[in-house]
């Protein structure tokens, strides 16, 4: 539980230092201003996800020890639909709302209080959308198994999405009005 | 150094942010074989609290019993709850240290306070209903997943993206 305490800190200090507590920065990803989310985001997933390969392939992780988050398509997309709207209504994610809270936003409480709300409605209404919640499970699948490549292929194939999304970004910022100051 | 705080020192580079976040991912994976999550915590949380206020109706809840019954204690859904709380610190660390830890409301230039509290709320319960439909947020789903190559997670971070965009133009009075 130490590790838990410590892994979660360091965590929220890197979003911390990215600005990601700050919900005008965070909005600004979707007015083509600040593409912070994007960059900080998908740094984060090519640095785990290249780290992964690396580990698993000179055995210092067992493939198995990893839990593959089980895949129902249609709910989770219909789900990303509803947090789309709710992230850009209410300015924070979850994390980033706990980072804002912490540095003393109040509109960050606010978010995470509206959030326990959205759960709680959720396991009201559960019985009435178990079949949806249950829709279309793949089980615990990878896109290299899900697409037939070899993993090395879709880690390389995401490193080049990433690296491409970063220079539009880059050139988009560069526009005038760029980053949230 | 893109960005300063209000009042407070610049943000880092977000590719090094990234960075430092990529590596505490891959140690928790490695750690711990899972990856690091919020809204599963804040449901352990709610759910808690339904048990506390209402145990028979917690009880006989298909979704919160899960979470609050006899034995349901997983030891994932702990280690969940405990590191957001090492979430709460570690901004709280980096806010102070860099001078950007304050009681303060953050808002768009053009919108007033009441609103802005108003709209907050309702995105947030707007987004909780998504993770739970969804079985995560942008870290415990999309970062993480994402980094597993979960078909899922990248599905719901796309979708995330698609609403975000298409929602931005009709609330612009609230951010710009």
Not at chain 2, 65 to 85: F, Q, S
Request: charged residues 10%; aromatic residues 10%.
């Amino acid at each position: 539980m130490i590790g838990a305490l410590v892994l979660g800190a360091a965590f929220g200090f890197f979003l911390e230092r990215a600005g990601l507590g700050n919900c005008v920065k965070l909005a600004g990803q979707f007015y083509l201003r600040d593409f912070a989310v994007l960059k900080v985001m998908f740094t984060a997933i090519v640095t785990a996800m290249v780290g992964l390969y690396v580990l698993t392939a000179v055995g210092a992780v067992e493939p198995t020890h990893l839990q593959i988050p089980q895949t129902f398509l249609v709910p989770q997309i219909l789900g990303g639909l509803v947090f789309g709207v709710g992230f850009v209504v209410g300015g924070y994610c979850p994390g980033t709302g706990c980072v804002a809270l912490a540095s003393g936003r109040l509109d960050g409480v606010a978010v995470l209080a509206g959030m326990a709300v959205g759960v709680f409605a959720f396991g009201e209404v559960f019985d009435r959308m178990r079949d949806l919640y249950l829709a279309t499970p793949l089980g615990a699948v990878t896109l290299p198994t899900v697409l037939g490549l070899p993993q090395i292929a879709v880690v390389a194939l995401v490193t080049s999405l990433a690296g491409g999304a970063f220079l539009l970004a880059e050139w988009i910022e560069r526009r005038p009005r760029g980053v949230v100051e | 150094m893109t960005g300063a705080g209000p009042a407070g020192r610049p943000y880092w580079n977000p590719y090094l942010a990234g960075v430092g976040l990529g590596l505490v991912l891959l140690a928790t994976f490695g750690i711990t074989g899972h990856g690091i999550g919020v809204s599963g915590a804040v449901t352990s949380v709610v759910a808690a609290g339904v048990d506390a206020v209402a145990p028979a109706y917690a009880a006989v809840n298909p979704y919160f019993r899960a979470y609050t019954a006899e034995g349901a204690e997983h030891p994932i859904k702990n280690w969940l709850v405990v590191e957001v709380v090492g979430i709460l610190l570690g901004g709280l660390a980096s806010a102070l240290l860099a001078g950007r830890a304050r009681l303060a409301l953050d808002r768009g230039p053009r919108i007033g306070a009441r609103q802005r509290i108003a709209y907050a709320i309702a995105g947030g319960a707007i987004m909780g209903f998504g993770t739970r439909l969804a079985r995560g947020c942008t870290s415990g789903l999309a970062l993480s997943g994402g980094a597993l190559l979960s078909p899922g997670a990248w599905a719901f971070m796309l979708a995330i993206f698609a609403a975000g965009y298409a929602v931005a133009p009709l609330i612009r009075r609230q951010w710009t």
